[in-house]
């Protein structure tokens, strides 16, 4: 059974690019441009993992993660942080709103893969692939 990933981030190429990743590991995925989409998709469907982009244009993903722990039916979602950018104080606080990881971009598609693949067990193993980035 394929595991619904949802893709937060207002970057289109960087969207594109994890779900052709993520959907080679057997996840199903589901792109948001912004927050207010994603949390827009979150009221009418599930999911298993979440990945969002920390700096988008009017919400932030210190802002989605905030609202999202208080409104959503399934705050346990694990989501996973990416960002161009990590300070101390950006990763105490995704950690503090709940992120279950933050990574730096741009990121190792091995370790977000693994990282998928451990979330969502049911999904298909990482494999490696010529074509694929590692």
């Given at each position: 059974m394929s595991k619904n990933t949802l893709i937060i981030d207002d970057d289109e190429m960087s969207r594109g690019l994890l779900r052709m990743v993520l959907e080679y590991d057997g996840c199903h995925c589901t792109e948001a441009e912004d927050g207010a989409r994603g949390l827009s998709l979150l009221e009418s469907?599930?999911?298993?993992?979440?990945?969002?982009?920390?700096?988008?244009?009017?919400?932030?993903?210190?802002?989605?993660?905030n609202r999202f722990r208080h409104i959503s039916q399934n705050p346990a979602v694990p989501v996973i942080m990416v960002t161009g950018f990590i300070s101390d104080e950006i990763r105490e606080k995704a950690t503090r709103l709940g992120a279950y990881a933050i990574i730096e971009k741009p990121y190792d598609f091995g370790e977000l893969r693994s990282m998928v693949a451990q979330l969502c067990p049911s999904s298909a193993s990482p494999q490696p692939h010529a074509l694929l980035p590692k």
């Open positions: 469907q599930p999911f298993d993992v979440i990945i969002l982009d920390n700096v988008m244009p009017g919400m932030t993903g210190m802002e989605f993660l």
